[in-house]
DNA sequence: ACAAAAGTGTTAAACTTACACCCATGC
DNA sequence: GCATGGGTGTAAGTTTAACACTTTTGT
């Protein structure tokens, strides 16, 4: 480095840009069964012997204990800490809430809209995490407030497709409800995407929100769109959800809970058999033919 | 609001938390005929009468006027003004260096390590711009000195692949060439994908770096990895390089442009059958049979 | 016996791949 | 005529989708 240079660096005030607050938010995904008593006797009654119980789609959210929106639900975030990446950030924050470490991490978007956090200029960056809620010890209610699994349900209402030759004009409606115990929140997000020679444009707005803090109806829509985007196009992001072993039926039940429609299991087995390796493993005493427990092909998964 | 929210929020001090500066640098893509003299020549020589001429993929670089890395070539680019979204950002940056308004805009990272730049601590949000180059007027040279489109050539060689039942390895060094002229800048990065059961991990590293300012070598690299693996599984994008009307084969060679490897033409010109309509258009005295124009069927390209 | 889940086989349809071939033009 | 690009047909191979069917268990 010349002399000349860091005299310029020295004189360089970084400062004289308005320096906005950099966040993360996380949508913390994980397939499984209900907590609540009511629900596991229903698994267990004499009629259903035989039934898996049935696992649903959560998102981890946390009770806010300050204003703004207090005693709202939010997505588990925190500041960007000085010498922090932001997936650092992001993976700090997530093995503090749930002591997981090595959970399946991905950036899905930016939200820096003016006045979406009464605060100030909050720049948040969303992540969407996956893991096999199995494996996590939500920490226990602090300052912070309570946090916890709620199940999530998304229904989706198209209320216009214009489909031209040179345009076309899509809205939609998505209706989410989020339910924990007998909390129960919901919010109603409208998509619309606009397209036309050289301009594509999707926004999302919130029309109506229940117990949910700032935008965050907005990125848990937002991230599970990209979740079932991602499914769709390559399967391999479900594997996140599962344990180290596991059965096709169950890797198929995590494929339909996350689609929102059953597949066919002769062909869905035909289609995962070169991401599995089948083994020793067997589930017995579950009143039916005992299945093969697989794990993952690692090598496979990346040719 | 209540009263005590409204206390609560007046007496929160945002700038507790040190706050970064936030960037957006872009990677702004085009297809275009090489525009030195020498290959203009090369291109209408009685020879080559009939043939097409060769069009390269270029990146949009802007030589610094000052330092850090005074006198190197980098993205466009610039900081976040207050009041403005990230993407509001990058367009704006976008319409200031290419007078063009609707090119496509992605983004594609998020890099905030520390020391990337010297003047401090700031974010970049790295977005990916695609836009027909003809359309494109570059903004003549000022205190940010000169832009110019630079053809990028980016070679692969694998140097390690490593694939077990329960672990994956992957090392592969990318050498990336950007020419202008007589200008030649290169850089060498280095691509380690590591994967096991419960981790997966994707690192970028320069390792060599010629004329090229920051990390941007490396979000180079990045940038084009994204066009052409997005290319590879939804050709849909290629279309934001090509003019309102267009041959099929024009369109063949921007996606061979892309991928780096020929198509075969009988098959491309059936899968893209559906996403382009036939114009009144054609293009004759060009020394071999008339090439029939097409448009976008923008209807099909969103269901 | 029987309900529930585990697991396999078969077929038609759709798509992909590779290659061969003809067409139209300007010099 | 001929080089060059424009454009189409066809057959083999692969993948997908739908459905029917057999196996194994605990009560």
Known sequence: MTEEEKEYLKQYDITKYQQPSIATDMAVFSIMEDESTVEQEKNRSAENYRKIPERKMKILLIQRG????????????GFCKKGEDVQETARRE????????????????????????PRGWIISHTFMALMDGKKCKLRAGTDAGEAHWFAIQLEKKEMKKELKEDSASILNEYCLKLQYENIELSATIFEKKEFEQFHEQVTY????????????GKLIVYAFLALQKQTE????????????????T???????????????????R??????????EEIVEGAGHRPAKKFKRNVGRFYQ
Chains 1, 2 share one sequence.
């Open 270 to 279: 035909r289609k995962m058999a070169d991401y599995v390796i089948e083994t």
């Open 66 to 77: 300050n204003y703004p929106y207090k005693d709202c639900w939010a997505l588990p975030g």
């Open 205 to 216: 707005e919130i029309t109506e929100c229940e117990g949910i803090a700032f935008d965050h």
């Open 233 to 248: 196009q390559d399967g391999k992001i479900v594997f996140n959800f599962m344990p180290e072993t596991f059965t096709l």
């Open 250 to 268: 169950e890797l198929q039940k995590a494929f339909e809970i996350i689609l929102g429609y059953p597949l066919l299991t002769a062909n869905f």
């Open 94 to 117: 997530l093995f503090e809430e749930t002591n997981v470490k090595n959970a399946y991490l991905q950036p899905i978007g930016i939200f820096g809209e003016v006045g979406r956090d």
